[in-house]
Protein backbone atom coordinates (compact mmCIF):
# COMPACT_ATOMS: atom_id res chain seq x y z
CA UNK A 1 0.00 0.00 0.00
CA UNK A 2 2.99 2.63 0.76
CA UNK A 3 4.65 1.55 -2.25
CA UNK A 4 1.71 2.08 -4.59
CA UNK A 5 0.30 5.43 -2.43
CA UNK A 6 3.84 6.84 -3.32
CA UNK A 7 3.52 8.17 -6.56
CA UNK A 8 0.33 10.30 -7.96
CA UNK A 9 -1.09 9.36 -11.25
CA UNK A 10 -2.49 11.72 -13.54
CA UNK A 11 -6.11 10.13 -13.64
CA UNK A 12 -8.35 8.30 -11.91
CA UNK A 13 -8.25 4.52 -14.02
CA UNK A 14 -6.96 1.42 -14.51
CA UNK A 15 -3.84 0.44 -16.55
CA UNK A 16 -3.48 -1.71 -19.36
CA UNK A 17 -1.32 -3.30 -21.91
CA UNK A 18 -1.45 -3.21 -25.27
CA UNK A 19 -0.45 -5.26 -28.15
CA UNK A 20 3.02 -4.11 -28.35
CA UNK A 21 3.20 -4.30 -24.40
CA UNK A 22 3.20 -0.64 -24.00
CA UNK A 23 1.18 0.01 -20.52
CA UNK A 24 -1.06 2.49 -19.98
CA UNK A 25 -3.62 4.30 -17.61
CA UNK A 26 -6.07 4.55 -20.35
CA UNK A 27 -9.13 2.51 -18.88
CA UNK A 28 -12.06 2.70 -16.59
CA UNK A 29 -11.16 1.87 -12.58
CA UNK A 30 -12.03 -1.28 -12.78
CA UNK A 31 -12.69 -2.25 -8.79
CA UNK A 32 -13.96 -5.96 -7.39
CA UNK A 33 -16.87 -3.99 -6.50
CA UNK A 34 -17.53 -2.68 -10.09
CA UNK A 35 -17.03 -6.44 -11.24
CA UNK A 36 -19.33 -7.69 -8.89
CA UNK A 37 -22.39 -6.12 -9.68
CA UNK A 38 -21.51 -6.55 -13.15
CA UNK A 39 -21.48 -10.02 -12.46
CA UNK A 40 -24.89 -10.15 -11.29
CA UNK A 41 -26.36 -8.73 -13.96
CA UNK A 42 -26.66 -4.98 -12.22
CA UNK A 43 -26.37 -2.14 -15.47
CA UNK A 44 -23.78 0.44 -14.86
CA UNK A 45 -23.54 2.13 -18.36
CA UNK A 46 -19.97 2.23 -17.62
CA UNK A 47 -18.30 3.10 -20.82
CA UNK A 48 -14.89 0.91 -20.65
CA UNK A 49 -12.21 3.33 -22.04
CA UNK A 50 -13.52 6.29 -19.73
CA UNK A 51 -10.95 7.67 -17.02
CA UNK A 52 -11.65 10.00 -14.88
CA UNK A 53 -9.96 13.74 -14.03
CA UNK A 54 -11.70 14.90 -10.96
CA UNK A 55 -13.08 13.01 -7.93
CA UNK A 56 -16.78 14.22 -8.67
CA UNK A 57 -17.16 12.88 -11.83
CA UNK A 58 -15.88 9.64 -10.42
CA UNK A 59 -17.91 9.70 -7.16
CA UNK A 60 -21.28 10.46 -9.35
CA UNK A 61 -20.44 7.17 -10.84
CA UNK A 62 -19.80 5.35 -8.35
CA UNK A 63 -22.89 7.27 -6.67
CA UNK A 64 -25.18 6.26 -10.06
CA UNK A 65 -23.60 2.34 -9.67
CA UNK A 66 -24.95 2.48 -6.06
CA UNK A 67 -29.00 3.29 -7.29
CA UNK A 68 -28.78 1.04 -9.70
CA UNK A 69 -28.20 -1.58 -7.46
CA UNK A 70 -30.90 -0.43 -5.07
CA UNK A 71 -33.05 -0.32 -7.92
CA UNK A 72 -32.18 -3.65 -10.00
CA UNK A 73 -31.06 -6.63 -7.22
CA UNK A 74 -33.87 -8.05 -5.91
CA UNK A 75 -32.91 -8.39 -2.36
CA UNK A 76 -31.27 -4.69 -2.09
CA UNK A 77 -33.10 -3.50 1.27
CA UNK A 78 -34.20 -5.36 4.15
CA UNK A 79 -36.68 -3.40 5.45
CA UNK A 80 -37.91 0.40 5.17
CA UNK A 81 -35.26 2.05 7.63
CA UNK A 82 -32.73 0.01 5.49
CA UNK A 83 -33.83 1.42 2.49
CA UNK A 84 -33.28 4.71 3.57
CA UNK A 85 -30.07 4.76 5.22
CA UNK A 86 -28.51 3.64 1.79
CA UNK A 87 -29.65 6.88 0.46
CA UNK A 88 -26.88 9.46 1.39
CA UNK A 89 -23.00 9.94 0.39
CA UNK A 90 -20.30 12.20 1.46
CA UNK A 91 -17.34 13.73 -0.53
CA UNK A 92 -14.19 15.45 0.43
CA UNK A 93 -13.92 18.59 -1.62
CA UNK A 94 -10.45 19.37 -0.68
CA UNK A 95 -8.77 16.77 -2.61
CA UNK A 96 -11.63 16.73 -5.75
CA UNK A 97 -9.01 17.21 -7.86
CA UNK A 98 -6.85 15.02 -6.93
CA UNK A 99 -4.10 13.90 -5.79
CA UNK A 100 -5.02 10.22 -6.90
CA UNK A 101 -3.36 7.23 -5.89
CA UNK A 102 -3.03 3.58 -7.03
CA UNK A 103 -4.51 1.14 -4.69
CA UNK A 104 -5.92 -2.81 -4.38
CA UNK A 105 -9.30 -3.21 -4.02
CA UNK A 106 -9.34 -6.54 -3.21
CA UNK A 107 -6.38 -6.60 -0.70
CA UNK A 108 -7.54 -9.54 1.64
CA UNK A 109 -5.76 -12.44 3.46
CA UNK A 110 -6.49 -14.92 1.05
CA UNK A 111 -4.81 -12.53 -1.60
CA UNK A 112 -1.27 -12.07 1.02
CA UNK A 113 1.68 -14.64 1.25
CA UNK A 114 4.08 -14.36 4.28
CA UNK A 115 7.14 -15.95 5.33
CA UNK A 116 8.02 -17.58 8.72
CA UNK A 117 8.83 -14.34 10.04
CA UNK A 118 5.27 -12.69 8.98
CA UNK A 119 6.89 -10.91 6.29
CA UNK A 120 4.68 -10.29 3.56
CA UNK A 121 6.27 -11.65 0.40
CA UNK A 122 4.12 -11.57 -2.38
CA UNK A 123 0.72 -10.16 -3.50
CA UNK A 124 -2.15 -11.89 -6.09
CA UNK A 125 -5.17 -11.02 -7.50
CA UNK A 126 -3.59 -7.65 -9.29
CA UNK A 127 -6.04 -7.70 -11.42
CA UNK A 128 -8.38 -4.94 -9.46
CA UNK A 129 -5.56 -2.50 -8.71
CA UNK A 130 -6.42 0.83 -9.98
CA UNK A 131 -5.76 4.59 -9.31
CA UNK A 132 -8.53 6.40 -7.27
CA UNK A 133 -9.17 9.08 -5.17
CA UNK A 134 -7.25 9.56 -2.08
CA UNK A 135 -10.08 8.97 0.09
CA UNK A 136 -10.71 5.81 -0.84
CA UNK A 137 -7.17 4.53 0.14
CA UNK A 138 -8.09 3.08 3.70
CA UNK A 139 -7.14 0.77 6.53
CA UNK A 140 -7.98 -3.11 5.96
CA UNK A 141 -11.46 -3.47 7.52
CA UNK A 142 -10.03 -6.96 8.65
CA UNK A 143 -7.46 -6.19 10.85
CA UNK A 144 -9.15 -7.68 13.90
CA UNK A 145 -10.62 -10.83 12.09
CA UNK A 146 -14.49 -9.68 11.72
CA UNK A 147 -16.38 -8.48 8.91
CA UNK A 148 -17.23 -4.60 9.21
CA UNK A 149 -20.59 -5.35 10.17
CA UNK A 150 -19.62 -6.62 13.34
CA UNK A 151 -18.02 -3.17 14.40
CA UNK A 152 -21.40 -2.86 16.76
CA UNK A 153 -20.46 -1.08 19.98
CA UNK A 154 -17.95 0.23 21.76
CA UNK A 155 -15.80 -2.63 22.05
CA UNK A 156 -15.68 -4.10 18.74
CA UNK A 157 -14.70 -0.37 17.42
CA UNK A 158 -12.17 0.51 20.20
CA UNK A 159 -9.83 -2.89 19.45
CA UNK A 160 -10.26 -2.45 15.50
CA UNK A 161 -9.31 1.32 16.10
CA UNK A 162 -6.13 -0.24 18.15
CA UNK A 163 -5.08 -2.54 15.34
CA UNK A 164 -5.44 0.75 12.86
CA UNK A 165 -3.62 2.71 14.67
CA UNK A 166 -0.41 -0.33 14.89
CA UNK A 167 -0.37 -0.71 11.47
CA UNK A 168 -0.62 3.07 10.60
CA UNK A 169 2.19 3.59 12.92
CA UNK A 170 4.62 0.89 10.71
CA UNK A 171 3.31 3.07 7.44
CA UNK A 172 4.09 6.09 9.31
CA UNK A 173 7.69 4.42 9.46
CA UNK A 174 7.85 4.51 6.04
CA UNK A 175 6.35 7.17 4.21
CA UNK A 176 5.72 10.61 5.91
CA UNK A 177 3.09 11.20 3.24
CA UNK A 178 -0.23 8.90 4.71
CA UNK A 179 -1.44 11.53 5.88
CA UNK A 180 -4.29 11.87 3.74
CA UNK A 181 -5.22 8.29 4.10
CA UNK A 182 -4.40 8.25 7.39
CA UNK A 183 -7.44 10.89 7.97
CA UNK A 184 -9.71 9.33 5.49
CA UNK A 185 -9.56 6.21 8.01
CA UNK A 186 -9.81 7.98 11.15
CA UNK A 187 -12.97 9.46 10.23
CA UNK A 188 -16.35 7.78 10.66
CA UNK A 189 -16.86 7.96 6.83
CA UNK A 190 -14.39 4.82 6.44
CA UNK A 191 -16.51 2.34 8.53
CA UNK A 192 -20.03 4.12 6.96
CA UNK A 193 -21.58 2.18 9.72
CA UNK A 194 -24.08 5.27 9.93
CA UNK A 195 -26.63 3.84 12.27
CA UNK A 196 -23.50 2.90 15.29
CA UNK A 197 -21.13 5.30 14.41
CA UNK A 198 -22.48 9.12 13.27
CA UNK A 199 -26.39 9.26 14.16
CA UNK A 200 -26.44 8.64 18.46
CA UNK A 201 -23.67 11.72 18.22
CA UNK A 202 -26.02 14.25 17.35
CA UNK A 203 -29.62 13.28 18.49
CA UNK A 204 -29.39 10.06 20.09
CA UNK A 205 -32.05 7.89 17.95
CA UNK A 206 -30.84 5.77 14.98
CA UNK A 207 -33.70 6.24 12.99
CA UNK A 208 -36.17 9.29 13.20
CA UNK A 209 -33.64 11.51 10.32
CA UNK A 210 -33.77 8.79 7.98
CA UNK A 211 -36.82 9.69 6.39
CA UNK A 212 -35.98 13.53 6.17
CA UNK A 213 -32.69 12.74 4.59
CA UNK A 214 -33.90 10.25 2.37
CA UNK A 215 -36.22 12.17 0.71
CA UNK A 216 -33.62 13.85 -1.52
CA UNK A 217 -32.87 11.03 -3.15
CA UNK A 218 -35.61 11.31 -5.67
CA UNK A 219 -38.65 12.52 -6.07
CA UNK A 220 -40.96 9.20 -5.47
CA UNK A 221 -38.55 7.29 -3.06
CA UNK A 222 -41.73 6.02 -1.12
CA UNK A 223 -43.15 4.59 -3.97
CA UNK A 224 -39.76 3.25 -4.56
CA UNK A 225 -38.94 1.57 -1.66
CA UNK A 226 -42.58 0.14 -1.42
CA UNK A 227 -41.80 -1.24 -5.11
CA UNK A 228 -38.45 -2.72 -3.89
CA UNK A 229 -40.31 -4.58 -0.71
CA UNK A 230 -43.06 -6.10 -2.74
CA UNK A 231 -39.69 -7.48 -4.65
CA UNK A 232 -37.85 -8.62 -1.83
CA UNK A 233 -41.03 -10.58 -0.95
CA UNK A 234 -41.07 -12.03 -4.01
CA UNK A 235 -37.48 -12.69 -4.30
CA UNK A 236 -38.02 -14.72 -1.02
CA UNK A 237 -40.43 -16.86 -2.45
CA UNK A 238 -39.05 -17.76 -5.21
CA UNK A 239 -35.85 -18.95 -3.12
CA UNK A 240 -38.13 -20.88 -0.70
CA UNK A 241 -39.76 -22.53 -3.67
CA UNK A 242 -35.88 -23.09 -4.94
CA UNK A 243 -34.85 -24.86 -1.82
CA UNK A 244 -38.31 -27.21 -1.46
CA UNK A 245 -37.83 -28.03 -5.13
CA UNK A 246 -33.99 -28.79 -4.25
CA UNK A 247 -35.07 -31.06 -1.16
CA UNK A 248 -37.52 -32.87 -3.33
CA UNK A 249 -35.59 -33.68 -6.24
CA UNK A 250 -33.12 -35.13 -3.50
CA UNK A 251 -35.81 -37.36 -1.82
CA UNK A 252 -36.55 -38.48 -4.50
Known amino acids: MVSLAKIPQPRIGSFTIDDQG???????P??????????????????????????????LDLLAYHDSRLLHQPNSMNDEKDGRRQMSAFINRKTARGPVFLGLTDLQQSNIFVNERWQVESLIDLEWACSHPSE??????WLTGEKVECFYGKTQLDRFCNAREELMAKFRQQEMLLTSPSETTRSAMFYNLFKQNIMPRFSGDDSSEFPDISQYWSSDVDKVIRSKLEERDRYLQRLSLAAVSADSDSDG
Open 22 to 28: YISLSKR
Open 136 to 141: MLRSPY
Open 30 to 59: LTLQLQALENEDIPTGNDRLRTYECTESYV
